[in-house]
C-alpha cells in the first residue's frame, strides 16, 4: 500500500497547485473538506466551504477567471503509517506570477506541511499547514 498512497497523497499535493491557477476554488475546497487549512491568519476548517471562501477572500482572480499564477511544488516527502491509516507530507512551492504589465517573476516562496487520512478507500488532507518564507511583490497576488 506504501507505493499507492504515496502517489495518490502526491497527487493531491499537486492537484492543490492546478486548482489554485486554474482559479478552481470550489475544487480546492472541496479537497479540504474534512481538513484545517493553517496559513498566516486563523486556522480555516475546510467544512462548509471555509477554505472556498478564504480564497476568494484572498486572493485576486483576472479576467481569465484565474490568479495568473503558476504554483510549482517540489521536494515532496511522504511518510505513510500503514496500520493507522494517516501519513505526513512535506514540500517546497514557489509562486511565480505573470502579467502584461508585470513580468514572470517568484512572489512567494515556503513550504507546505500536511497531514492526511485514508478513509473509505481514498487518501484525503487532513490539515495543511502553509510556511511562506520568502516573499515578493503579491500585491498582484493577494487581498491585502
Not at 27 to 47: H, M, N, Q, W
Not at 106 to 123: I, K, L, S
Amino acid at each position: 500500500m506504501s507505493t499507492s498512497a504515496t502517489f495518490a497523497i502526491t497527487n493531491l499535493i499537486t492537484r492543490y497547485a492546478e486548482l489554485i491557477d486554474t482559479g478552481d476554488f470550489i475544487g480546492a475546497g472541496e479537497l479540504f473538506a474534512d481538513a484545517t487549512f493553517i496559513g498566516s491568519g486563523a486556522p480555516v476548517p475546510g467544512r462548509n466551504g471555509g477554505v472556498e471562501k478564504m480564497l476568494r477572500n484572498s486572493v485576486i482572480l483576472y479576467e481569465d477567471g484565474t490568479p495568473r499564477t503558476h504554483h510549482v511544488t517540489t521536494n515532496i516527502a511522504v511518510d505513510v503509517d500503514e496500520e493507522a491509516g494517516t501519513a505526513v507530507a512535506r514540500s517546497y512551492v514557489t509562486v511565480f506570477q505573470s502579467l502584461p504589465d508585470f513580468p514572470l517573476q517568484p512572489v512567494a516562496a515556503g513550504c507546505y506541511n500536511d497531514r492526511f487520512e485514508h478513509r473509505d478507500g481514498q487518501w484525503r488532507f487532513t490539515e495543511r499547514q502553509v510556511r511562506i518564507h520568502l516573499v515578493g511583490d503579491v500585491s498582484r497576488h493577494l487581498r491585502t
